[in-house]
């Protein structure tokens, strides 16, 4: 056995995280320096593959997390039901709970996936963007919707849903983030059913979760792409369990 000294290995965070990468994260497009948030790991053709929205980034867009590590290139796109996928390794897990108005961690930790469940109406869930954290109380209102998305254009498979408590269930950033339900027999695991697409800020806008910054918009109304035709439109067999 051979002992060497060294620096401490920090655990991964939302807003550092590394391969393989996991939902609820935080990631760059280095054309425009735009940021939105990781979804579920998915197989594409056998291989692990990041979901994340379409209109977060064009085709061939290299992503990276905050501090400039690689995380893939954008490698299929659907605008029709704004989902899209990020050709780097992928893992069964998602970042929960918090982070601050600075972007540092308040109380973070990880759950793993067990597997999707359609959305249907009535049902509770939660969202997991890097920059909101993790909100819950949200209760889906309607399903199958097409909605359309200010200079974006026509997405269909959208879920609605709003958070019960008139506080905020997602907002600017969050795009591209896990929707998920947590399982009632064990909380530490959830299920994927959906990423991150819209807000309604022109009727329900209301004050941000953690990192805010000028000019940020978050709402308690939200729109969100099934995970099952979100999946489908970018040619996904299946998500990763943890």
Same mark, same amino acid.
Request: glycine share 14%; hydrophobic share 35%.
């Given at each position: 056995m051979?002992?060497?000294?060294?620096?401490?290995a920090?655990?991964?965070t939302?807003?550092?995280?590394t391969?393989? +990468?996991?939902? &609820?994260?935080?990631?760059?497009?280095?054309?425009?320096? &735009?940021?939105? %948030?990781?979804?579920? !790991?998915?197989?594409?053709?056998?291989?692990?593959?990041?979901l994340?929205?379409?209109?977060?980034?064009?085709l061939?867009?290299?992503?990276?997390?905050?501090t &400039?590590?690689?995380?893939?290139?954008?490698?299929?796109?659907?605008?029709?039901?704004?989902?899209?996928?990020?050709?780097? %390794? %992928?893992?069964?897990r998602?970042?929960?709970n918090?982070?601050?108005?600075?972007?540092?961690?308040v109380?973070?930790?990880?759950n793993?996936?067990?597997?999707? %469940?359609?959305?249907q109406?009535?049902n509770?869930v939660c969202t997991s963007?890097?920059?909101? &954290?993790?909100?819950?109380?949200?209760?889906?209102?309607?399903?199958?919707?097409?909605?359309?998305?200010?200079?974006?254009?026509?997405?269909?498979g959208?879920?609605?849903?709003?958070?019960?408590?008139?506080?905020?269930?997602?907002g600017q950033?969050?795009?591209?983030?896990?929707?998920?339900?947590?399982n009632?027999?064990?909380?530490?695991?959830? +299920?994927?059913?959906?990423?991150?697409?819209?807000?309604?800020?022109?009727?329900?806008?209301v004050?941000?979760?953690?990192y805010v910054?000028? !000019?940020?918009?978050?709402?308690?109304?939200?729109?969100?792409e099934?995970?099952?035709? !979100?999946?489908?439109g970018?040619?996904?067999?299946g998500?990763?369990?943890?």
């Amino acid at each position: 056995m051979t002992v060497q000294t060294g620096v401490d290995a920090a655990p991964a965070t939302r807003w550092d995280d590394t391969a393989p +990468w996991w939902g &609820g994260a935080a990631w760059r497009n280095t054309a425009t320096g &735009g940021g939105c %948030s990781t979804g579920f !790991g998915v197989f594409q053709g056998g291989v692990a593959r990041m979901l994340s929205a379409a209109h977060c980034a064009n085709l061939n867009v290299l992503a990276t997390d905050p501090t &400039g590590q690689t995380i893939g290139t954008v490698s299929t796109r659907n605008v029709s039901s704004d989902t899209l996928l990020i050709a780097g %390794s %992928s893992g069964g897990r998602v970042f929960n709970n918090s982070t601050n108005a600075a972007g540092n961690v308040v109380s973070e930790f990880s759950n793993q996936v067990i597997g999707a %469940s359609a959305s249907q109406v009535g049902n509770f869930v939660c969202t997991s963007g890097a920059y909101s &954290g993790t909100r819950c109380s949200i209760q889906v209102r309607a399903r199958n919707l097409c909605i359309n998305v200010r200079d974006f254009g026509t997405v269909c498979g959208q879920v609605q849903a709003e958070n019960t408590t008139r506080t905020n269930a997602v907002g600017q950033g969050d795009s591209g983030g896990p929707v998920e339900i947590v399982n009632a027999a064990n909380t530490l695991q959830v +299920w994927a059913t959906g990423t991150n697409t819209a807000i309604d800020d022109t009727n329900t806008a209301v004050a941000c979760t953690g990192y805010v910054t000028t !000019g940020r918009v978050c709402a308690w109304r939200m729109y969100y792409e099934d995970i099952f035709s !979100g999946m489908a439109g970018v040619g996904a067999s299946g998500v990763i369990l943890g």
